[in-house]
């Protein structure tokens, strides 16, 4: 099979259908044995009945893939020769159609579709969905399927049908490119229909199995001095011609340039920039999409006839000086250059004006057009020129979106996207971008090579996030990607109630990076008078695999996170306006309603940083901490006088009498020993639960009194540290606090006891007797003492179990609390060994299964934040966490 390609060409208002590579295509070899057609399309086959058209899509494509008019008819009327229900089963047809070129998924239609009426709506689902539609003819001989229909007993037609159907379907032969069908294979005969082969063929965009890394280059716009500069600085060396002329660069590391348009026009040095570029791509060393200049210079080389403004002129004059076969290359270059490329698995996409996410990797004539174009208001400016659409602001994908275009003064990331013009030839920078480090590197203009229309500045979407948080993006039901635990779905009620925090009582949600997950208990003791014991955390690390592990201090004060700035000028730039930066609780609010406290904890925390030199040695301007404020009471006041204080005051009240009356009635010789013991015991509990919330209760007064005991530092830019192993958390806040120490020293005027506390650990390993005894030792230790108790966590941090049937492991518990028995009479009350029995089958699963799906939900929003991911995209995880916590489960485990 040979495919004849049209050649014409389109103005800059053309909406001509972008292909993989070829326009229109018609099958002209007497035998087509090859049939391309591309893997995202509506494929049409149109055949009279009887034609073969359903054991072709049989023999060709999957049953999923195919969408038959006879399967809609027995849908809709049990009964799939019932003609009656024609009307009802393509509407039926066409949804299932739509809803599958939406997904991007290739359709078959399997209909006879030889009436153009039933073609034109097909071709018109295929553009509203931007893709390709293609027909397959199946001409066979009019007698051949009459012949065929007599021989099916559940189908007898009217004797006129197939040859009326076959006039309609030669009349249409000539006419299907008319249609709007963008390759056309006719197959004459049986023999034709059982020699094709459908090949399919990726779209021209679709270059997700590149991975880089890349050298995204913005707007050029002849400027060739500044793009040699920029590409040595980026780390190419220039390959000469014999001229002296550079004809290609190459990278020692690997990298791929991406050129994202409008190289041409306005600058001194149009053919320069096209001899390198041209070169560049040939030799594989660097991809090039179109830009608005291009696709004018183009029409206009061909002679066609264009306006010539906005620097067409400069282009023109100096091509003029080129050889007659340098205008032909780049004839040919710019003709071959495909609208927007899709890299990286997705997750880039490089076009010249933006790009929608659901323009991603479709072929259409409105998304060529707004690759090129972009789109606009409708409105002019008081320069006369277009106002763009603010697409951007409203971006939401997954993929980052890397284009140029409108010149804006610098280059800065928006909604996870990125104009890259920033005005070289107007006398600002060329800039490019290292992908997918996310690092701008720019030069300057040697000077301003054209004077712009008007002055430079960004038409759409300012420097920071345009809206980080959006009721689209957290109302309803979610499933949110993780890396670590695939899909966790969020259910529609869960949502509702974390929006009713957010949204009433939590800080800025862009400062949000994080919310903690909760932690799940271990194992229930068996042991006489436990629920909780170390033994079983040991024990279940050790089953999973986990030998080595660390056992933290647990502080009873409330957990905190902390966002603390070297300067505001670093936090301004990842977060906004955030001043010296947060304190926030595990449900977003902020921890301490005092203002001038708050700036002053994280005043001293950040000198401490800056003492230790942890911001050098992290390489950043913030830091992003997981932490326990104390005392309790500094946060539950409230609670403890509502809740504990008045169960302390009852009891305290009501028992002496009680133990009073009964000695009265002992002393009468009424036999209530049994029960005088009881009361005693329930005396004794009372206070010990009275002394357990106390030791976590002390007067603050500003600093004083107010202990911090960091755990472990989440983040930094540009880092997720919450994977790294705990030892070395622990050792940078050991710097921490030593600094916080040592800065209290220093003071002429000591003001009391330092900040930041230390967290005391433990390394056990789960295999080794002696070092589990000592680990049970240590937290008996603690919790006689008066202590909570303890965390026992991987010391490798991220752990995966061991795999089973075939299977990777799934995530090991990040961290399970031993708390001890003493404590547990503030969960579950002051008697609660005498029901120890019945506490003992308490339910664990949902607890922990809770505790894995936020813990990877905190996770992806701190991989998300060191990825330079917009701010939405981080909320959006740690969104899923707060809903999460609204979930039903046991508040006491």
């Not at 073969?52 to 494509?61: E, T």
């Not at 939900?857 to 909320?875: F, I, M, S, T, Y």
Request: glycine share 10%; net charge negative.
């Amino acid at each position: 099979m040979t495919d004849e390609t049209r050649t014409d060409e389109t103005d800059e208002t053309d909406e001509t259908d972008e292909t993989d590579g070829t326009r229109a295509t018609r099958s002209a070899a007497p035998v087509p044995r090859r049939l391309p057609v591309t893997d995202v399309s509506l494929v049409v086959l149109i055949g009279t009945s009887g034609a073969g058209k359903s054991s072709f899509a049989r023999k060709h494509f999957l049953p999923t893939q195919v969408v038959s008019s006879d399967f809609c008819r027995g849908l809709v009327a049990d009964d799939e020769n019932d003609q009656s229900a024609s009307a009802e089963a393509f509407d039926v047809l066409h949804y299932i159609v739509g809803k599958r070129l939406a997904a991007g998924r290739l359709t078959v239609v399997d209909a006879t579709n030889v009436q153009p009426e039933a073609r034109r709506r097909l071709v018109r689902i295929a553009r509203e969905h931007d893709v390709l539609p293609i027909a397959v003819v199946l001409d066979v001989p009019p007698g051949v399927c009459a012949e065929r229909n007599r021989s099916r007993p559940d189908r007898q037609l009217p004797a006129h049908v197939v040859p009326r159907q076959h006039r309609e379907l030669r009349r249409s032969l000539r006419g299907l490119e008319r249609e709007g069908f963008r390759k056309v294979h006719v197959l004459r005969g049986e023999a034709e229909v059982e020699a094709a082969e459908i090949v399919l063929e990726k779209r021209f965009n679709d270059l997700r199995h590149l991975t880089g890394p890349f050298d995204v280059v913005g707007d050029i716009h002849g400027c060739r001095a500044e793009l040699e500069t920029l590409l040595t600085r980026l780390g190419w060396t220039l390959v000469r011609d014999g001229a002296g002329r550079p004809v290609d660069a190459v990278h020692p590391g690997g990298r791929t340039a991406v050129f994202v348009g409008d190289l041409v026009d306005r600058g001194p040095d149009t053919p320069g920039v096209l001899r390198l570029v041209m070169g560049m791509v040939a030799a594989g060393h660097a991809l090039c999409v179109p830009g608005n200049h291009e696709n004018k210079l183009a029409r206009a080389l061909d002679g066609r006839k264009v306006t010539v403004s906005h620097g067409l002129q400069e282009s023109l004059d100096q091509l003029a000086g080129e050889s007659e076969e340098f205008r032909a290359e780049v004839r040919a270059f710019i003709r071959g250059l495909v609208s927007h490329y899709l890299l990286d698995g997705g997750a880039l996409v490089v076009c010249h004006a933006g790009l929608p996410e659901k323009y991603h990797g479709r072929a259409s004539g409105r998304v060529r057009s707004h690759a090129l174009y972009g789109d606009t208001t409708g409105e002019t400016d008081e320069y006369g020129l277009p106002v763009r659409y603010p697409w951007a602001e409203e971006y939401r994908g997954r993929a980052l979106v890397v284009y140029g275009h409108t010149p804006v003064p610098s280059a800065s990331f928006l909604n996870n996207t990125i104009c890259l013009d920033t005005g070289c030839v107007f006398g600002g920078s060329l800039t490019a971008l290292r992908y997918p480090e996310r690092e701008l590197v720019g030069v300057e203009a040697e000077r301003e090579w054209y004077a712009p229309v008007r002055p430079m500045r960004t038409d759409a979407p300012g420097a920071r996030e345009g809206r980080p948080l959006d009721l689209a993006d957290v109302a309803g039901r979610r499933v949110v990607e993780t890396a670590l635990h695939g899909r966790v779905a969020v259910r529609e009620e869960n949502a509702a109630a974390a929006l009713e925090v957010m949204s009433r009582f939590a800080i800025d949600p862009r400062l949000l990076a994080y919310l903690p997950p909760t932690m799940a208990p271990s194992a229930t003791s068996g042991r006489p008078g436990y629920l909780e014991h170390p033994d079983e955390a040991f024990a279940a690390y050790r089953a999973d695999g986990v030998e080595r592990v660390i056992c933290e201090e647990k502080h009873m004060g409330s957990r905190a996170v902390v966002l603390v700035s070297r300067d505001g000028a670093a936090l301004e730039k990842r977060f906004g306006p955030a001043g010296p930066g947060a304190i926030w609780t595990r449900t977003g609010r902020a921890f301490l309603g005092d203002e001038a406290l708050t700036a002053a904890v994280l005043e001293r925390l950040r000198a401490a940083a800056e003492r230790s030199g942890l911001f050098e040695e992290l390489d950043t301007g913030w830091l992003l901490l997981d932490a326990e404020l104390m005392p309790w009471s500094l946060k539950a006041v409230e609670l403890l006088r509502r809740q504990y204080a008045a169960v302390g005051a009852a009891a305290g009240a009501a028992l002496p009498q009680v133990l009073a009356a009964l000695e009265r009635a002992g002393g009468r010789g009424l036999d209530v020993a049994a029960l005088t013991g009881r009361q005693r015991q329930r005396a004794a509990d009372a206070q010990a639960f009275t002394e357990a919330y106390r030791r976590y209760c002390w007067p603050t007064e500003g600093l004083a009194g107010i202990r911090l005991a960091p755990f472990q530092v989440l983040a930094a830019e540009g880092a997720n540290l919450a994977v790294r192993p705990h030892d070395e958390h622990l050792a940078w806040i050991d710097r921490l606090v030593e600094a916080d120490e040592a800065d209290e020293a220093d003071e002429a005027e000591h003001r009391g006891a330092p900040l930041l506390h230390r967290t005391g650990r433990l390394e056990v390993d789960t295999a080794d007797e002696a070092s589990v005894a000592a680990g049970v030792a240590w937290w008996e230790e603690l919790t006689g003492a008066g202590g909570e108790g303890m965390v026992v966590k991987p010391l490798a941090s991220l752990v995966r179990g061991r795999a089973g049937e075939g299977r990777p492991g799934g995530l090991v518990q990040p961290g399970v609390k031993v708390r001890g028995r003493e404590y547990l009479r503030i969960v579950y009350g002051p008697d609660y060994t005498e029901h120890l029995d019945r506490l003992r089958r308490r339910f664990l699963g949902h607890k922990r299964s809770l505790a894995l799906r936020e813990y990877a939900l905190g996770l992806e929003a701190l991989d998300r934040l060191a990825g330079g991911e917009p701010l939405w995209r981080v909320h959006e995880p740690v969104f899923a966490v707060l809903a999460l916590e609204s979930e039903p489960v046991d508040p006491r485990l």
